[in-house]
Protein backbone atom coordinates (compact mmCIF):
# COMPACT_ATOMS: atom_id res chain seq x y z
CA UNK A 1 0.00 0.00 0.00
CA UNK A 2 1.28 3.19 -1.17
CA UNK A 3 1.00 5.20 2.36
CA UNK A 4 0.21 8.83 1.90
CA UNK A 5 3.56 11.25 2.89
CA UNK A 6 2.75 13.56 5.81
CA UNK A 7 4.61 17.03 5.50
CA UNK A 8 5.60 18.63 9.12
CA UNK A 9 6.86 21.42 10.19
CA UNK A 10 8.23 23.30 13.10
CA UNK A 11 7.99 26.30 14.90
CA UNK A 12 10.07 27.59 17.71
CA UNK A 13 9.02 31.10 19.06
CA UNK A 14 11.74 33.53 20.56
CA UNK A 15 10.94 36.16 22.48
CA UNK A 16 11.29 36.65 26.74
CA UNK A 17 7.58 38.87 26.00
CA UNK A 18 6.13 35.91 25.41
CA UNK A 19 7.36 33.85 28.53
CA UNK A 20 7.03 36.76 30.51
CA UNK A 21 2.99 36.93 29.56
CA UNK A 22 3.20 40.77 28.84
CA UNK A 23 2.21 39.38 25.23
CA UNK A 24 0.06 37.53 24.04
CA UNK A 25 1.02 35.24 20.58
CA UNK A 26 -0.57 35.11 17.76
CA UNK A 27 1.94 33.73 15.14
CA UNK A 28 1.50 30.26 16.55
CA UNK A 29 -2.51 30.32 15.34
CA UNK A 30 -1.80 32.59 11.98
CA UNK A 31 1.47 29.95 10.64
CA UNK A 32 -0.70 26.76 11.97
CA UNK A 33 -3.66 28.09 9.53
CA UNK A 34 -0.86 28.83 6.79
CA UNK A 35 0.53 25.68 7.00
CA UNK A 36 -2.48 23.17 6.70
CA UNK A 37 -3.84 25.53 3.69
CA UNK A 38 0.22 24.11 1.91
CA UNK A 39 -0.80 20.95 3.25
CA UNK A 40 1.76 20.80 5.73
CA UNK A 41 1.20 20.24 9.35
CA UNK A 42 2.38 22.26 12.43
CA UNK A 43 3.95 19.30 14.80
CA UNK A 44 5.46 20.92 17.37
CA UNK A 45 5.94 24.92 18.87
CA UNK A 46 8.53 25.84 21.32
CA UNK A 47 8.66 29.16 22.97
CA UNK A 48 12.25 29.62 24.14
CA UNK A 49 13.85 32.97 25.35
CA UNK A 50 16.09 35.84 24.25
CA UNK A 51 19.30 33.38 24.79
CA UNK A 52 21.80 31.82 22.20
CA UNK A 53 21.42 28.49 23.87
CA UNK A 54 18.03 28.06 24.02
CA UNK A 55 17.49 29.28 20.33
CA UNK A 56 20.33 26.41 18.82
CA UNK A 57 18.88 23.79 21.11
CA UNK A 58 15.22 24.22 19.87
CA UNK A 59 16.67 24.70 16.62
CA UNK A 60 18.57 21.45 15.99
CA UNK A 61 16.30 19.46 17.65
CA UNK A 62 13.62 20.27 15.21
CA UNK A 63 14.75 20.97 11.94
CA UNK A 64 16.03 17.57 12.09
CA UNK A 65 12.90 15.92 12.42
CA UNK A 66 10.64 18.10 10.69
CA UNK A 67 10.39 18.91 6.86
CA UNK A 68 10.47 22.61 7.37
CA UNK A 69 11.24 24.74 10.70
CA UNK A 70 9.62 28.55 11.09
CA UNK A 71 10.97 30.90 13.73
CA UNK A 72 9.27 34.11 14.76
CA UNK A 73 10.94 37.03 16.41
CA UNK A 74 13.92 38.23 17.03
CA UNK A 75 15.05 39.99 14.06
CA UNK A 76 14.98 43.54 14.51
CA UNK A 77 17.76 46.00 14.71
CA UNK A 78 18.24 45.92 18.80
CA UNK A 79 20.64 44.09 20.98
CA UNK A 80 18.09 41.49 22.25
CA UNK A 81 17.69 40.49 18.86
CA UNK A 82 19.70 37.49 18.10
CA UNK A 83 18.00 34.80 16.04
CA UNK A 84 20.46 35.31 13.27
CA UNK A 85 23.68 34.91 14.89
CA UNK A 86 22.01 32.01 16.86
CA UNK A 87 20.91 30.16 14.08
CA UNK A 88 24.21 30.83 12.36
CA UNK A 89 25.32 28.98 15.04
CA UNK A 90 23.11 25.65 15.19
CA UNK A 91 24.17 25.33 11.29
CA UNK A 92 27.91 25.77 12.16
CA UNK A 93 27.93 28.25 9.48
CA UNK A 94 28.71 32.30 9.37
CA UNK A 95 27.09 35.49 9.85
CA UNK A 96 27.64 37.61 6.33
CA UNK A 97 25.63 40.67 4.99
CA UNK A 98 23.34 39.97 2.63
CA UNK A 99 24.06 42.10 -0.87
CA UNK A 100 20.32 42.75 -1.94
CA UNK A 101 19.00 42.57 1.76
CA UNK A 102 21.69 45.95 2.06
CA UNK A 103 19.85 46.99 -1.06
CA UNK A 104 16.27 46.59 0.05
CA UNK A 105 17.13 48.50 3.34
CA UNK A 106 19.06 51.23 1.74
CA UNK A 107 15.84 51.76 -0.66
CA UNK A 108 13.34 51.43 2.23
CA UNK A 109 15.32 53.78 4.45
CA UNK A 110 16.07 56.79 1.77
CA UNK A 111 13.19 58.25 2.96
CA UNK A 112 13.24 57.22 7.00
CA UNK A 113 16.91 59.15 7.82
CA UNK A 114 19.32 57.02 6.17
CA UNK A 115 20.57 52.93 6.96
CA UNK A 116 22.40 53.66 10.07
CA UNK A 117 24.61 50.57 11.60
CA UNK A 118 21.99 49.43 13.56
CA UNK A 119 19.64 49.14 10.84
CA UNK A 120 22.03 47.38 8.80
CA UNK A 121 22.23 44.83 10.97
CA UNK A 122 18.91 43.53 9.54
CA UNK A 123 20.61 42.77 6.30
CA UNK A 124 22.56 39.81 8.19
CA UNK A 125 21.84 36.47 7.72
CA UNK A 126 23.46 32.88 7.98
CA UNK A 127 25.83 32.17 5.24
CA UNK A 128 24.42 30.64 1.66
CA UNK A 129 20.77 32.16 3.14
CA UNK A 130 18.12 33.67 0.82
CA UNK A 131 15.86 36.51 1.31
CA UNK A 132 11.91 36.45 2.09
CA UNK A 133 10.18 39.07 0.90
CA UNK A 134 8.70 41.87 3.16
CA UNK A 135 6.13 44.23 1.72
CA UNK A 136 4.79 45.53 5.22
CA UNK A 137 8.63 46.70 6.40
CA UNK A 138 11.63 47.15 5.31
CA UNK A 139 13.78 44.06 6.40
CA UNK A 140 13.30 40.79 4.79
CA UNK A 141 12.69 37.39 6.38
CA UNK A 142 15.60 34.99 5.96
CA UNK A 143 15.47 31.21 4.01
CA UNK A 144 18.51 28.82 4.89
CA UNK A 145 18.21 25.40 4.35
CA UNK A 146 14.67 24.05 5.90
CA UNK A 147 14.48 26.68 8.07
CA UNK A 148 12.32 29.99 7.42
CA UNK A 149 13.58 33.10 9.69
CA UNK A 150 10.02 35.37 10.09
CA UNK A 151 9.21 38.51 11.76
CA UNK A 152 7.52 38.85 15.53
CA UNK A 153 5.43 41.13 14.66
CA UNK A 154 1.89 39.35 13.56
CA UNK A 155 1.15 41.71 10.75
CA UNK A 156 4.80 41.79 9.39
CA UNK A 157 4.73 37.87 9.45
CA UNK A 158 1.59 37.72 8.04
CA UNK A 159 3.39 39.45 4.76
CA UNK A 160 5.94 37.19 4.91
CA UNK A 161 3.73 34.15 4.75
CA UNK A 162 1.58 35.84 1.98
CA UNK A 163 5.34 36.02 -0.15
CA UNK A 164 5.59 32.17 0.94
CA UNK A 165 2.28 30.82 -0.44
CA UNK A 166 2.53 28.30 -2.87
CA UNK A 167 6.69 28.06 -2.70
CA UNK A 168 6.72 24.78 -0.44
CA UNK A 169 6.44 21.34 -1.30
CA UNK A 170 3.41 20.00 0.79
CA UNK A 171 0.94 17.18 0.15
CA UNK A 172 -3.04 17.27 0.72
CA UNK A 173 -4.40 20.09 3.50
CA UNK A 174 -6.20 18.62 6.58
CA UNK A 175 -9.94 18.90 5.76
CA UNK A 176 -11.34 19.80 9.55
CA UNK A 177 -15.55 19.53 9.47
CA UNK A 178 -16.87 20.67 13.43
CA UNK A 179 -20.28 20.09 14.68
CA UNK A 180 -21.97 20.71 18.71
CA UNK A 181 -24.25 19.69 21.06
CA UNK A 182 -25.26 21.29 24.03
CA UNK A 183 -24.34 18.29 25.85
CA UNK A 184 -21.28 17.73 28.41
CA UNK A 185 -18.76 15.93 26.70
CA UNK A 186 -18.63 13.12 28.87
CA UNK A 187 -22.33 11.83 28.24
CA UNK A 188 -21.09 11.39 24.83
CA UNK A 189 -17.16 10.08 25.36
CA UNK A 190 -18.09 6.10 23.96
CA UNK A 191 -19.76 7.50 21.40
CA UNK A 192 -17.20 9.91 20.25
CA UNK A 193 -14.72 7.17 20.79
CA UNK A 194 -16.38 4.22 18.54
CA UNK A 195 -16.59 7.03 15.92
CA UNK A 196 -13.11 7.30 15.12
CA UNK A 197 -12.56 3.49 15.89
CA UNK A 198 -14.73 2.96 12.79
CA UNK A 199 -13.17 5.46 10.75
CA UNK A 200 -10.10 4.71 10.33
CA UNK A 201 -7.90 8.01 9.22
CA UNK A 202 -10.23 10.50 10.76
CA UNK A 203 -9.48 12.71 14.43
CA UNK A 204 -11.73 13.26 15.92
CA UNK A 205 -11.47 16.21 18.98
CA UNK A 206 -13.84 16.97 21.73
CA UNK A 207 -13.94 20.76 22.68
CA UNK A 208 -16.31 21.21 25.58
CA UNK A 209 -16.81 25.14 26.29
CA UNK A 210 -19.18 26.45 29.02
CA UNK A 211 -21.59 29.55 28.01
CA UNK A 212 -24.40 31.43 29.35
CA UNK A 213 -24.79 28.90 31.94
CA UNK A 214 -25.03 25.84 29.39
CA UNK A 215 -22.33 22.99 28.92
CA UNK A 216 -21.75 21.96 25.09
CA UNK A 217 -19.24 21.04 23.12
CA UNK A 218 -17.95 20.92 19.31
CA UNK A 219 -16.60 18.02 17.72
CA UNK A 220 -13.85 18.52 15.12
CA UNK A 221 -13.29 15.57 12.26
CA UNK A 222 -10.16 15.71 10.86
CA UNK A 223 -8.69 13.82 7.54
CA UNK A 224 -7.21 14.93 4.56
CA UNK A 225 -9.94 12.33 3.23
CA UNK A 226 -12.87 14.77 2.50
CA UNK A 227 -15.18 12.33 1.69
CA UNK A 228 -13.79 10.19 5.02
CA UNK A 229 -14.44 13.55 7.18
CA UNK A 230 -18.18 13.79 5.50
CA UNK A 231 -18.82 10.09 6.21
CA UNK A 232 -17.70 10.35 9.47
CA UNK A 233 -19.78 12.84 10.27
CA UNK A 234 -23.34 11.84 9.09
CA UNK A 235 -22.41 9.10 10.95
CA UNK A 236 -21.59 10.67 14.09
CA UNK A 237 -24.61 13.32 13.67
CA UNK A 238 -26.66 9.67 13.21
CA UNK A 239 -25.43 8.62 16.14
CA UNK A 240 -25.80 12.00 18.50
CA UNK A 241 -28.84 12.14 17.21
CA UNK A 242 -30.05 8.35 17.81
CA UNK A 243 -28.86 9.37 21.57
CA UNK A 244 -31.32 11.88 21.78
CA UNK A 245 -28.85 14.73 21.40
CA UNK A 246 -29.81 18.01 18.90
CA UNK A 247 -26.70 18.06 16.76
CA UNK A 248 -25.99 22.00 15.13
CA UNK A 249 -24.21 21.45 12.19
CA UNK A 250 -21.01 23.67 11.44
CA UNK A 251 -20.67 23.90 15.37
CA UNK A 252 -21.65 26.09 18.57
CA UNK B 1 29.07 35.98 46.51
CA UNK B 2 26.10 34.80 47.53
CA UNK B 3 24.09 34.38 44.08
CA UNK B 4 19.88 34.42 43.64
CA UNK B 5 18.62 31.46 43.21
CA UNK B 6 16.03 31.48 40.13
CA UNK B 7 13.52 29.27 40.07
CA UNK B 8 11.68 28.09 36.52
CA UNK B 9 8.98 26.27 35.33
CA UNK B 10 8.69 25.08 32.11
CA UNK B 11 5.05 24.35 30.38
CA UNK B 12 3.87 22.16 27.94
CA UNK B 13 0.37 22.90 26.33
CA UNK B 14 -1.49 19.76 24.68
CA UNK B 15 -3.46 20.34 21.84
CA UNK B 16 -4.24 19.32 18.45
CA UNK B 17 -6.30 22.06 18.36
CA UNK B 18 -3.54 24.71 19.20
CA UNK B 19 -1.33 23.32 16.46
CA UNK B 20 -4.12 22.86 13.59
CA UNK B 21 -4.95 27.15 14.71
CA UNK B 22 -8.26 26.05 15.91
CA UNK B 23 -7.59 27.39 19.20
CA UNK B 24 -5.88 30.38 20.08
CA UNK B 25 -3.91 29.69 23.72
CA UNK B 26 -4.07 31.88 26.20
CA UNK B 27 -2.86 29.40 29.01
CA UNK B 28 0.49 30.91 28.19
CA UNK B 29 0.23 34.09 28.69
CA UNK B 30 -1.83 33.26 31.83
CA UNK B 31 0.00 31.08 33.19
CA UNK B 32 3.23 33.08 32.81
CA UNK B 33 2.30 36.27 34.56
CA UNK B 34 0.47 33.70 37.30
CA UNK B 35 4.13 31.85 37.67
CA UNK B 36 5.92 35.99 37.99
CA UNK B 37 3.89 36.83 40.54
CA UNK B 38 4.66 33.50 42.38
CA UNK B 39 8.22 34.15 42.01
CA UNK B 40 8.68 31.67 39.43
CA UNK B 41 10.22 32.28 35.63
CA UNK B 42 8.47 30.70 32.56
CA UNK B 43 11.97 29.12 31.14
CA UNK B 44 10.16 27.48 28.06
CA UNK B 45 7.06 26.07 26.76
CA UNK B 46 6.30 23.38 24.19
CA UNK B 47 2.86 22.87 22.35
CA UNK B 48 2.70 19.35 21.64
CA UNK B 49 -0.15 17.15 19.75
CA UNK B 50 -2.48 14.46 21.47
CA UNK B 51 0.11 11.99 21.68
CA UNK B 52 1.52 10.02 24.37
CA UNK B 53 5.67 9.84 22.60
CA UNK B 54 5.11 13.96 22.38
CA UNK B 55 3.95 14.24 25.51
CA UNK B 56 6.40 11.51 26.92
CA UNK B 57 9.04 13.34 25.78
CA UNK B 58 8.39 17.09 26.51
CA UNK B 59 7.43 15.92 29.82
CA UNK B 60 10.85 14.01 30.65
CA UNK B 61 13.15 16.69 28.92
CA UNK B 62 11.40 19.72 30.69
CA UNK B 63 10.84 18.54 34.40
CA UNK B 64 14.46 17.55 34.92
CA UNK B 65 15.62 21.05 34.04
CA UNK B 66 13.22 22.87 35.60
CA UNK B 67 12.13 23.30 38.96
CA UNK B 68 8.25 22.58 38.10
CA UNK B 69 6.06 21.65 34.90
CA UNK B 70 2.71 22.67 34.18
CA UNK B 71 0.71 21.20 31.53
CA UNK B 72 -2.71 22.15 30.12
CA UNK B 73 -5.09 20.31 28.41
CA UNK B 74 -6.07 16.80 27.81
CA UNK B 75 -7.88 15.88 30.99
CA UNK B 76 -11.14 15.64 30.11
CA UNK B 77 -13.21 12.24 29.78
CA UNK B 78 -13.04 11.62 25.76
CA UNK B 79 -10.78 9.47 23.82
CA UNK B 80 -8.52 12.48 22.85
CA UNK B 81 -7.56 13.29 26.69
CA UNK B 82 -4.44 10.94 27.22
CA UNK B 83 -2.84 13.43 29.44
CA UNK B 84 -2.72 11.26 32.39
CA UNK B 85 -1.69 8.25 31.02
CA UNK B 86 1.19 9.90 29.08
CA UNK B 87 2.62 11.55 32.33
CA UNK B 88 2.45 8.39 34.27
CA UNK B 89 4.37 6.57 31.30
CA UNK B 90 6.89 9.43 31.12
CA UNK B 91 7.08 8.96 35.19
CA UNK B 92 7.13 5.19 34.99
CA UNK B 93 4.45 4.50 37.29
CA UNK B 94 0.63 3.07 37.12
CA UNK B 95 -2.53 5.34 36.67
CA UNK B 96 -5.05 4.86 39.59
CA UNK B 97 -8.05 6.13 40.57
CA UNK B 98 -7.80 8.81 43.06
CA UNK B 99 -10.19 7.85 46.46
CA UNK B 100 -10.82 11.81 47.09
CA UNK B 101 -11.34 12.74 43.10
CA UNK B 102 -14.02 9.67 42.82
CA UNK B 103 -15.71 11.80 45.84
CA UNK B 104 -15.46 15.11 44.57
CA UNK B 105 -16.76 13.35 40.93
CA UNK B 106 -19.78 11.43 42.44
CA UNK B 107 -21.19 14.55 44.42
CA UNK B 108 -20.30 17.25 41.75
CA UNK B 109 -22.24 14.34 39.11
CA UNK B 110 -24.73 14.34 41.70
CA UNK B 111 -27.40 16.37 40.44
CA UNK B 112 -25.86 15.87 36.33
CA UNK B 113 -26.65 12.99 35.34
CA UNK B 114 -24.55 10.70 37.56
CA UNK B 115 -21.04 9.69 37.77
CA UNK B 116 -20.83 7.40 34.43
CA UNK B 117 -17.65 5.40 33.03
CA UNK B 118 -16.46 7.99 31.16
CA UNK B 119 -16.90 10.87 33.56
CA UNK B 120 -14.75 8.54 35.91
CA UNK B 121 -12.12 8.47 34.23
CA UNK B 122 -11.46 12.18 35.09
CA UNK B 123 -10.52 10.65 38.44
CA UNK B 124 -7.87 8.79 37.45
CA UNK B 125 -4.31 9.68 38.45
CA UNK B 126 -0.98 9.03 38.12
CA UNK B 127 0.06 6.79 41.20
CA UNK B 128 1.30 8.81 43.95
CA UNK B 129 -0.32 12.30 42.56
CA UNK B 130 -2.07 14.60 44.88
CA UNK B 131 -5.07 16.94 43.43
CA UNK B 132 -5.53 20.23 42.88
CA UNK B 133 -8.84 22.15 44.08
CA UNK B 134 -11.16 23.31 40.74
CA UNK B 135 -13.63 25.14 41.98
CA UNK B 136 -15.01 26.04 38.59
CA UNK B 137 -16.10 22.60 37.52
CA UNK B 138 -15.83 18.88 38.71
CA UNK B 139 -12.93 17.56 37.37
CA UNK B 140 -9.72 18.24 39.99
CA UNK B 141 -6.17 19.09 38.19
CA UNK B 142 -3.14 16.74 39.76
CA UNK B 143 -0.10 17.00 41.24
CA UNK B 144 3.00 14.50 40.96
CA UNK B 145 6.33 14.87 41.72
CA UNK B 146 7.07 18.66 40.49
CA UNK B 147 4.59 17.94 37.47
CA UNK B 148 1.20 20.34 37.56
CA UNK B 149 -1.22 18.99 35.48
CA UNK B 150 -3.88 21.60 34.84
CA UNK B 151 -7.18 21.93 32.16
CA UNK B 152 -7.06 23.01 29.15
CA UNK B 153 -10.51 25.34 29.05
CA UNK B 154 -8.57 28.46 30.05
CA UNK B 155 -11.29 29.61 32.69
CA UNK B 156 -10.42 26.45 34.46
CA UNK B 157 -7.18 26.57 34.55
CA UNK B 158 -6.97 30.34 35.88
CA UNK B 159 -9.46 28.33 38.87
CA UNK B 160 -6.55 25.93 40.03
CA UNK B 161 -4.19 28.71 40.00
CA UNK B 162 -5.75 30.35 41.86
CA UNK B 163 -6.40 27.35 44.45
CA UNK B 164 -1.85 27.36 43.93
CA UNK B 165 -1.34 30.51 44.50
CA UNK B 166 1.18 31.02 47.48
CA UNK B 167 1.84 27.20 47.36
CA UNK B 168 5.06 27.21 45.70
CA UNK B 169 8.40 27.98 46.66
CA UNK B 170 9.46 30.73 44.33
CA UNK B 171 12.41 33.86 44.45
CA UNK B 172 11.69 37.13 44.13
CA UNK B 173 9.24 38.33 40.93
CA UNK B 174 10.02 39.92 38.54
CA UNK B 175 9.56 43.98 37.99
CA UNK B 176 8.71 45.04 35.25
CA UNK B 177 8.60 48.80 34.00
CA UNK B 178 7.68 50.11 30.64
CA UNK B 179 8.51 53.52 28.66
CA UNK B 180 7.49 54.39 25.14
CA UNK B 181 8.65 56.36 22.22
CA UNK B 182 7.75 57.61 18.93
CA UNK B 183 10.59 56.00 17.19
CA UNK B 184 11.68 54.18 15.02
CA UNK B 185 13.35 51.54 17.45
CA UNK B 186 16.73 51.16 15.09
CA UNK B 187 17.25 54.65 15.82
CA UNK B 188 18.12 54.15 19.40
CA UNK B 189 19.83 50.73 19.12
CA UNK B 190 23.02 51.56 20.58
CA UNK B 191 21.66 53.88 23.57
CA UNK B 192 19.22 50.14 24.56
CA UNK B 193 22.45 48.03 24.23
CA UNK B 194 24.31 50.89 26.43
CA UNK B 195 21.80 50.94 28.89
CA UNK B 196 21.59 47.63 29.52
CA UNK B 197 25.49 46.92 29.11
CA UNK B 198 25.76 50.02 32.10
CA UNK B 199 23.06 48.67 34.76
CA UNK B 200 24.19 44.76 35.47
CA UNK B 201 21.67 42.56 36.20
CA UNK B 202 18.41 43.96 34.07
CA UNK B 203 17.30 42.81 30.83
CA UNK B 204 15.85 45.79 28.37
CA UNK B 205 13.32 44.47 25.80
CA UNK B 206 12.89 46.32 22.88
CA UNK B 207 9.13 46.01 21.50
CA UNK B 208 8.40 48.10 18.08
CA UNK B 209 5.00 48.93 16.92
CA UNK B 210 3.15 50.24 13.88
CA UNK B 211 0.16 52.39 15.23
CA UNK B 212 -2.38 55.05 12.94
CA UNK B 213 0.61 55.12 10.27
CA UNK B 214 3.38 55.82 13.05
CA UNK B 215 6.58 54.12 14.45
CA UNK B 216 6.89 53.92 17.64
CA UNK B 217 8.69 51.14 20.41
CA UNK B 218 8.14 50.43 23.73
CA UNK B 219 11.06 49.46 25.99
CA UNK B 220 10.49 47.20 28.96
CA UNK B 221 13.09 47.02 32.03
CA UNK B 222 13.07 43.97 34.27
CA UNK B 223 14.73 42.63 37.20
CA UNK B 224 14.19 41.26 40.32
CA UNK B 225 15.53 44.19 42.04
CA UNK B 226 13.10 47.04 41.37
CA UNK B 227 15.44 50.13 42.63
CA UNK B 228 18.00 48.64 39.94
CA UNK B 229 14.90 48.54 37.36
CA UNK B 230 14.11 52.45 38.57
CA UNK B 231 17.50 53.82 37.86
CA UNK B 232 17.89 51.87 34.56
CA UNK B 233 14.81 53.39 33.71
CA UNK B 234 15.88 57.18 34.61
CA UNK B 235 19.10 56.70 33.45
CA UNK B 236 17.56 55.18 29.41
CA UNK B 237 14.93 57.89 30.01
CA UNK B 238 17.52 60.89 30.59
CA UNK B 239 19.90 59.04 27.88
CA UNK B 240 16.53 59.11 25.10
CA UNK B 241 15.42 62.89 25.66
CA UNK B 242 18.97 63.88 25.96
CA UNK B 243 18.80 62.39 21.64
CA UNK B 244 15.83 64.40 21.32
CA UNK B 245 12.84 61.70 21.90
CA UNK B 246 10.10 62.17 24.24
CA UNK B 247 9.39 59.52 26.62
CA UNK B 248 5.86 58.46 27.59
CA UNK B 249 5.83 56.59 31.01
CA UNK B 250 4.17 53.79 31.40
CA UNK B 251 4.77 52.93 27.80
CA UNK B 252 2.54 53.37 24.66
Known amino acids: MNEERIWTAALVVIGDEILSGRTQDKNVAQIAAWLNVQGIRLAEVRVVSDRTEAIVEAVNSLRARNDYLFTTGGIGPTHDDITVDAIAEALGVAVEFHPQAMTVLERYYATRGGLTEA ?29 FIMAGV ?32 SEVADLLRDAEKTHAGVAIGSYPFFRDGRTGANFVVCSPDEALVDTCLANLTRALEAAGFAVVAEGI
Chains 1, 2 share one sequence.
Open 119 to 147: RARMARVPAGAGLIVNKVSGAPGIHVENI
Open 154 to 185: PHITAGMLDALTGTLEGGRPVVSKTIGCWVAE
